[in-house]
C-alpha cells in the first residue's frame, strides 16, 4: 500500500523557518502530482501547495504564496516544503498527500498522517 | 475561488436523507470532489468529478451539480457516516476546501 511519512515538524518562532519533509513509498514517484494541504486541530482541511510530476509547475494558496515553496527530488522518492516567514496563522498539522488524476478529473488519494508545526513565541 | 458549504454541521436519524450543498464563487465545471473525514483519519475521497463515485463506495453516497451549486447526498444514514465531509474544487489547479459539515446521528 502507498506509504507517505511526513517529518520536519516543530515549535518555531513567528518569522522562523522550517522545512517538511515526506518520504514516499510504494507507488512510482515520480508518476504523480503531489501536494501538501493543513488541518487546524479540530478545525476544517485547507490546502496549501501543488507539484507536477517534473517539479516544473508549482500552485500555492494565497496566504503563503511568496513564503512558503514547495519542491520534489524525484531520485529520492521525496516531496518538501520549505517554510519562511512563518505566522500563528500558519499553525496546523501538515499533511502531504498524493494526488490522482482521471480523464483530467484530480483529488488527493493518499494522505501521510501529518507532522505538527507550531508558531509561537 | 471561494466554497460556501452549508450546513456546518447536522443530526439525522439513520435511515434518513442527508443532503450537503457547496457553492463556488465562480464557474468551476465539474471541478469539485467530495471527501470524508473520520476521527484521527486521513481524508478519504467519496465523490470525484461532482458525480462519479469512487469505486469501492458504497452507492448510497451521490454527488450531483456543475457550474457554481453541487449537491451531495447520503440517501440512507448508516452509524458508520458518522464524518465530516468536505467539498474540495480544483479549478486551474489551484484548489480551495469547503469549511466541512459534521453529520451526527
Known amino acids: 500500500e502507498v506509504q507517505l511519512v511526513e517529518s520536519g515538524g516543530g515549535l518555531v518562532q513567528p518569522g522562523g523557518s522550517l522545512r517538511l519533509s515526506c518520504a514516499a513509498s510504494r507507488f512510482t514517484f515520480n508518476n504523480y502530482w503531489m501536494g501538501w494541504a493543513r488541518q487546524v486541530s479540530g478545525k476544517g482541511l485547507e490546502w496549501v501547495a501543488n507539484?507536477?510530476?517534473?517539479?516544473?509547475?508549482?500552485f500555492y494558496m494565497d496566504s503563503v504564496k511568496g513564503r512558503f515553496t514547495i519542491s520534489r527530488d524525484n531520485a529520492k522518492n521525496s516531496l518538501y516544503l520549505q517554510m519562511n516567514s512563518l505566522r500563528a496563522d500558519d499553525t496546523a498539522v501538515y499533511h502531504c498527500a498524493r494526488i490522482l488524476e482521471r480523464s483530467g478529473y484530480y483529488n488527493f488519494d493518499y494522505w501521510g498522517q501529518g507532522t505538527l508545526v507550531t508558531v509561537s513565541s | 475561488i471561494q466554497m460556501t458549504q452549508s450546513p456546518s454541521s447536522l443530526s439525522a436519524s439513520v435511515g434518513d436523507r442527508v443532503t450537503i450543498t457547496c457553492q463556488a464563487s465562480?464557474?468551476?465545471?465539474?471541478?469539485l470532489n467530495w471527501y470524508q473525514q473520520k476521527p484521527g483519519k486521513a481524508p478519504k475521497v467519496l465523490i470525484y468529478g461532482a458525480s462519479i463515485l469512487e469505486a469501492g463506495v458504497p452507492s448510497r453516497f451521490s454527488g450531483s451539480g456543475s457550474g457554481t451549486y453541487f449537491t451531495f447526498t447520503i440517501s440512507s444514514l448508516q452509524p458508520e457516516d458518522i464524518a465530516t465531509y468536505y467539498c474540495q474544487q480544483y479549478d486551474n489547479l489551484r484548489w480551495t476546501f469547503g469549511q466541512g459539515t459534521k453529520v451526527e446521528i
Open positions: 465562480q464557474d468551476i465545471n465539474k471541478y
Open positions: 507539484i507536477n510530476q517534473d517539479g516544473s509547475a508549482r
